[in-house]
């Protein structure tokens, strides 16, 4: 069964970079499309970037498009969202998940906190 772990978040300052980590284990990633989601405090969890090694998809929302990055390294199952020029608005905890290729039930990780400072 596939577990999701994030990490790397914290706090930094307006303008600045962090790149978040969300490690796999007990299945490839590579049979999943994968993806981050953010939930900012009282607001709903919303989609922030997905990618599927399958077909190359790789999609971002509006609100983050040409600042975040998402990449995978299928050979240690880890998925990393590369965030830049993080504006205040950013400041989340964000979500790892992962959808089976198949009709398998989706799977979520913990969350990280990203918080941006103005």
């Known amino acids: 069964q596939l577990q999701l772990v994030e990490s790397g978040g914290g706090l930094v300052q307006a303008g600045e970079s962090l790149r978040i980590t969300c490690a796999a284990t007990?299945?490839?990633?590579?049979?999943?499309?994968v993806g981050w989601f953010r939930q900012a405090p009282g607001k709903e969890r919303e989609f922030v970037a997905a990618?599927?090694?399958?077909?190359?998809?790789?999609r971002y929302a509006e609100s983050v498009k040409g600042r975040f990055t998402i990449s995978g390294d299928m050979g240690r199952n880890i998925l990393y969202l590369q965030m830049n020029s993080l504006k205040p608005e950013d400041t989340a905890v964000y979500y790892c998940?992962?959808?089976?290729?198949?009709?398998?039930?989706?799977?979520w990780g913990q969350g990280t906190l990203v918080t941006v400072s103005s």
């Open positions: 998940n992962a959808v089976p290729l198949n009709s398998e039930p989706e799977v």
């Open positions: 007990g299945r490839t990633l590579g049979t999943y499309t």
């Open positions: 990618f599927r090694w399958v077909d190359d998809m790789e």
